[in-house]
């Protein structure tokens, strides 16, 4: 990918029991990128229950996803129940084959992996509930010791706030550097640079 001033669409998966910080840390990142279009996509358009039981709006039902430049998909207790769930596995794996850049934040990668989105691909996870979503997928290089993983078009996070940093690493690929400085500068945020450096890698305990 290289650093363009083109609108790109980020549209992020919502379902039940989606963990909040996941969706809003990022886009407290890429809604200050003016090329950037965001929308927000459930099962049909309405109140979805977060994991902390606060509604967010999906403006977008599943049949009404276009081509997304980037998709976004949290994970959150509510992975636990859909990784089982073939049509929504069906549905995000056709969505994700039009993507340019497929990504996730904590547990989201065992849905991707789940879907078959990560297949050949590296890619990690919440540290407390890596095992669980490491069992998924045939071929995918699972990488415990990491803030967050890019191979390719795949972007992967550990858990929660590290959808952060792969989001300034993302904008900062993408649009740029200056553009990536602008945003962390402005939100007073202060992103881990270096993906390899996984501060909470030693001592983890599965959950």
């Known amino acids: 990918m290289k650093s363009s001033a083109t609108q790109r669409r980020l549209t992020v998966v919502l379902f039940e029991g989606f963990e909040l910080l996941d969706v809003f840390g990022p886009l407290e990142l890429f809604a200050h990128v003016p090329a950037m279009r ?3 996509v459930a099962d049909k358009p309405g109140a979805v229950r977060s994991a902390q039981g606060i509604d967010v709006i999906a403006e977008l039902g ?5 081509d ?11 992975t636990r129940k859909l990784v089982l769930d073939k049509a929504f596995l ?7 084959q039009r993507c340019q850049v497929v990504s ?9 992996a789940a879907a078959g989105l990560l297949e050949g691909y590296r890619a990690t996870s919440n540290k407390l509930a890596f095992e669980w979503a490491a069992s998924f997928g045939d071929q995918v290089v699972w990488e415990r010791e990491a ?7 795949r972007w992967t996070s550990s858990g929660v706030t590290a959808g952060m940093d792969m989001s300034a690493a993302l904008i900062r690929r993408i649009f740029g550097q200056e553009v990536e ?20 890698f030693a001592g983890a305990k599965e959950r």
């Open 62 to 66: 599943h049949v009404d996803v276009e």
């Open 90 to 96: 069906s549905w995000l794996y056709e969505v994700g």
């Open 38 to 40: 965001i929308e927000l």
């Open 68 to 78: 997304p430049d980037i998709l976004m998909v949290p994970g959150g207790i509510g």
């Open 147 to 153: 803030r967050w993983v890019e191979d390719g078009s």
């Open 181 to 200: 400085t602008e945003v962390v500068t402005r939100i007073e945020y202060q992103p881990h640079r270096d993906s390899t450096n996984d501060p909470f």
């Open 104 to 112: 996730s934040v904590c547990t989201g990668s065992a849905l991707l």
